[in-house]
């Protein structure tokens, strides 16, 4: 696609229950990155894929946290037994590929509110 | 130490003045730096990025690299009420993989007032 696009724009659900949050990068980007904004706070980091395994998970808060990436495009991450705390924007990216000086391009973001 | 950091402002200037906007890193390995803009409630969006010491200009911006300080700032010139925004300074880390990373400061928040 054109950009990253992410669903769903906005979410909330109840305490405990199960999320799932899906992006698909822009078209030929093998990179794709989860970061995870609270307000007032830059992107924390969380995961990074290349190509279909993820390189990097060393930003995942806890077990309760997983992302997949099965065909090396469209990631999703899950969010097992959600907490107020997991309330936060949930930002997507993607680059060329993960070489250093590639630029990331992010999607609009997957508002979630736990309640 | 926090990895990538910032100051988080607000950093007020009055419309057509300077803004100066500053970060500094912790890894020496680091070679890649990014500014981004973010409105609220948007995403991030890319302004410059640098690779090499020293001063990189794009029309009302510049970008300023000392690896050696490990310090990376951006200057706004003629700043505008439109430039109003939170600047977020990235860093491209090496990962344990081996693999880059891009981690990001908590970000300035910058009002321009008219």
């Known amino acids: 696609g054109a950009g990253v696009s992410q669903t769903p724009s906005n979410k909330v659900t109840e305490k405990g229950k199960y999320v799932e949050l899906r992006c698909d990068p822009i078209?030929?980007?093998?990179?794709l990155y989860w970061y995870r904004q609270s307000l007032g706070q830059g992107p924390e980091f969380l995961i990074y894929?290349?190509?279909?395994?993820?390189?990097?998970d060393s930003g995942l808060p806890n077990d309760r946290f997983f992302a997949v990436r099965p065909e090396g495009s469209v990631s999703t991450l899950k969010i097992q037994r959600t907490e107020r705390g997991d309330s936060a924007v949930y930002l997507c990216?993607?680059?060329?590929?993960?070489?250093?000086?590639?630029?990331?391009?992010f999607g609009e973001g997957s508002w979630l509110t736990v309640v | 130490q926090k990895e990538v950091e910032q100051n988080s402002g607000p950093l007020s200037v009055p419309e057509g003045a300077i803004a100066s906007l500053n970060c500094t890193y912790s890894?020496?390995?680091?070679?890649?730096f990014f500014w981004y803009r973010q409105y609220s409630g948007k995403s991030p969006e890319l302004i410059m990025s640098?690779?090499?010491?020293g001063d990189k200009e794009d029309g009302r911006f510049t970008a300023q690299l000392n690896k050696a300080s490990q310090y990376v700032s951006l200057l706004i010139r003629d700043s505008q009420p439109s430039d109003s925004a939170t600047y977020l300074c990235?860093?491209?880390?090496?990962?344990?993989?081996?693999?880059?990373?891009?981690?990001f400061g908590t970000g300035t928040r910058l009002k321009v007032l008219a």
């Open positions: 990235a860093v491209n880390m090496i990962s344990y993989s081996g693999t880059y990373k891009y981690i």
């Open positions: 894929f290349q190509g279909t395994g993820a390189a990097d």
């Open positions: 078209s030929g980007h093998t990179a």
């Open positions: 990216a993607s680059s060329r590929d993960g070489i250093s000086g590639n630029t990331i391009y």
């Open positions: 890894d020496r390995g680091s070679q890649s």
């Open positions: 640098i690779y090499s010491n």
